[in-house]
């Protein structure tokens, strides 16, 4: 069997899967531990990362793994220290199937009843800390994509059956119609007009774990699209992406604030309205500085956003926090400040609402 050691010590070839009984312990010899490494250095970043075979064997990992949709797996990662990451919809939704146990020597990850979704990266890396501070080991990691391959679902499903895939002039965009078997043909299409989207291996190209990539967005393609994948059988269709052109200076957010009104008189609903116009994929906080506050003075505060379309082609993110006083009083009079913050840094606007 092909990666399954000989009973004979006869020498390992280069390359070759080392799967060994879990209750033998075998100290690797320090020659053979470098020329191993100096045969193939990309190992190094595998080195803690096993899956756990039939009959208590470890198996090492390499860069993917196929494995049908309803299969069990069990990963383990050596070190007393450890740090999973694996797909987000594991963790969206708290799936019970999932379960990780820190041991003395390692870490473990169970996978039970694998579905299609489950496709992804499963990665660990071992973490180092002094006192609260902790880093990741750049050199002892672990990596692999696996594919839970299902007949029915050639498409790694989603929440959703609509997305919003927006297109930066600054940054590649990723069109996420990902697989669930890496065999299949993938093609890319526009709705209207209704054709085949050629993929040219340079400004688009097609990666089995992430998708289609457009490496430089334009405005030129905005519009619906969607992916289909054949294998074996009938094609399938993912769902819809729709692409929106995106085009706004970055910095710290661009904020307005403005009261219904500069007066109020005693006992009066006052409203103050902060606005921030951004990026469509940047996440705009609120905080509020306003005359009751120390006096702990009830207020309502909502926070939303929307998309709304500038010109031709262009989208941007309208975020708003509204900040409303009922049965206005004396003690109300003053400045109300607002405080809006993304990545970028913050901005700060007030305005002022008087005492009729």
């Avoid at 006869?10 to 690797?28: F, H, L, M, Q, T």
């Avoid at 190094?44 to 090492?60: A, N, P, Y």
């Avoid at 006192?131 to 002892?140: F, I, S, Y």
């Avoid at 905080?287 to 379309?309: A, D, H």
């Amino acid at each position: 069997v092909v990666g399954q050691p000989a009973k004979s010590k006869r020498a390992k070839e280069p390359g070759e899967n080392k799967i060994r009984p879990v209750n033998k312990k075998v100290k690797p010899k320090t020659p053979k531990m470098k020329e191993r490494e100096s045969v193939d250095s990309s190992l190094k970043s595998q080195s803690i990362l096993t899956q756990v075979m039939d009959k208590g064997r470890f198996q090492k990992l390499s860069a993917t793994l196929s494995l049908s949709a309803g299969q069990s797996i069990e990963l383990r990662c050596k070190g007393s220290n450890v740090t999973w990451s694996y797909p987000s919809y594991l963790d969206t939704f708290k799936d019970s199937r999932l379960s990780i146990k820190q041991l003395d020597r390692y870490s473990q990850l169970i996978l039970a009843n694998s579905t299609a979704a489950d496709t992804g990266e499963y990665s660990c890396w071992l973490q180092l800390c002094s006192g609260n501070k902790c880093r990741k080991d750049e050199t002892k990691t672990g990596s692999t994509y696996i594919f839970f391959t299902d007949k029915e679902e050639l498409f790694v499903p989603t929440p959703s059956y609509f997305e919003i895939v927006y297109l930066n002039p600054e940054k590649p965009a990723v069109i996420p119609c990902r697989v669930t078997t890496p065999a299949a043909k993938v093609t890319l299409h526009r709705e209207f007009p209704a054709e085949e989207i050629e993929t040219d291996g340079t400004d688009i190209i097609y990666d089995v774990k992430k998708g289609f990539v457009y490496q430089h967005p334009t405005s030129n393609h905005k519009g619906i699209v969607y992916c289909k994948a054949e294998s074996q059988g009938a094609p399938q269709i993912s769902i819809k992406y729709h692409l929106l052109y995106v085009e706004v200076p970055k910095g710290p957010p661009s904020a307005t604030i403005a009261a219904a009104s500069s007066r109020a008189h005693v006992g009066d609903s006052v409203r103050v309205v902060c606005t921030v116009l951004g990026e469509p994929d940047v996440d705009v906080s609120f905080r509020w500085q306003y005359p009751g506050q120390e006096s702990e003075r009830p207020v309502v505060t909502q926070n939303f956003w929307r998309l709304i379309k500038r010109g031709t082609g262009h989208t941007t993110r309208i975020s708003k926090s509204i900040l409303v006083v009922e049965d206005f009083e004396a003690r109300d009079a003053g400045s109300y400040i607002c405080i809006a913050q993304n990545l970028q840094g913050e901005t700060t606007v007030a305005t002022e609402v008087e005492l009729n």
